[in-house]
């Protein structure tokens, strides 16, 4: 069974630092990775997709690597801003059917 | 290009009756994804319809139902609602058999349970 873990739960920096955010599958027989951020109250904004063939994806001031064989992603985010506050969501794909993480909940202070 | 429409936007129902909720896909998108977001359970994957047919359901009971029309917009029927049906229900549509089929999220509808 597919399981999907975020570290940290949650985290908060002053603005204009560089951060990461882990994401770890027990299951390496994946789709694709797809990372989402949540405002609160809010639906999900899709950030990045990493296919399952890929190894990264940018965008913009974020980077999301994917490592299938160690079960692990990142997130890495270029010179957070406040607006970058938000939670952050992992899902893995596994046929056709999303696993998500419990996500990391991002602080930014001016 | 309009994104995934969810409708409504909030639901409020009394314990024991049926609630509808409604999902308009992406232009082109054939498959339509629910998902339940309760409070401290995160996010749980309800159903999957694609091209009219339900592909696959989580592990939820059976009065959680619901359709694809043949314009593959949908519907989630929640019966006999109790109160841990509270939550957000969202929505989801791509294309599943594209190359680089990524899921596309609707803001949700907020159903709460009195």
């Known amino acids: 069974k597919q399981e999907v873990t975020q570290i940290p739960a949650a985290l908060s920096v002053p603005e204009g630092e560089n951060l990461v955010l882990n994401c770890s599958f027990t299951d390496s027989a994946i789709y694709n990775l797809q990372w989402f951020r949540q405002d609160p109250g809010k639906g999900l904004t899709s950030l990045l997709l990493i296919q399952s063939s890929q190894r990264e994806q940018t965008s913009g001031r974020l980077n999301a690597s994917l490592d299938k064989s160690s079960g692990r992603s990142t997130l890495y985010i270029a010179a957070s801003q406040p607006g970058d506050s938000a939670t952050y969501l992992c899902a893995v794909d596994s046929n056709y059917q999303l696993i998500w993480g419990a996500g990391t909940k991002l602080i930014i202070k001016p | 290009e309009a994104g995934v429409t969810q409708s409504p936007t909030h639901l409020i129902k009394t314990r024991g009756q049926q609630a509808t909720l409604r999902c308009s896909p992406i232009?082109?998108?054939?498959?339509v994804y629910w998902y339940q977001q309760a409070l401290g359970l995160g996010l749980q994957f309800l159903l999957w319809?694609?091209?009219?047919?339900?592909?696959n359901r989580g592990n939820f009971p059976p009065r959680f139902s619901g359709r694809q029309f043949p314009n593959y917009s949908s519907e989630l029927n929640v019966n006999a609602l109790e109160l841990e049906d509270s939550a957000l229900y969202l929505c989801?549509?791509?294309?599943?058999?594209?190359?680089?089929?990524?899921?596309?999220f609707g803001s949700g509808t907020r159903l709460t349970v009195v």
């Open positions: 232009s082109g998108h054939t498959s």
């Open positions: 319809y694609d091209e009219g047919e339900e592909r």
């Open positions: 989801a549509s791509n294309v599943p058999t594209a190359a680089n089929y990524g899921y596309t």
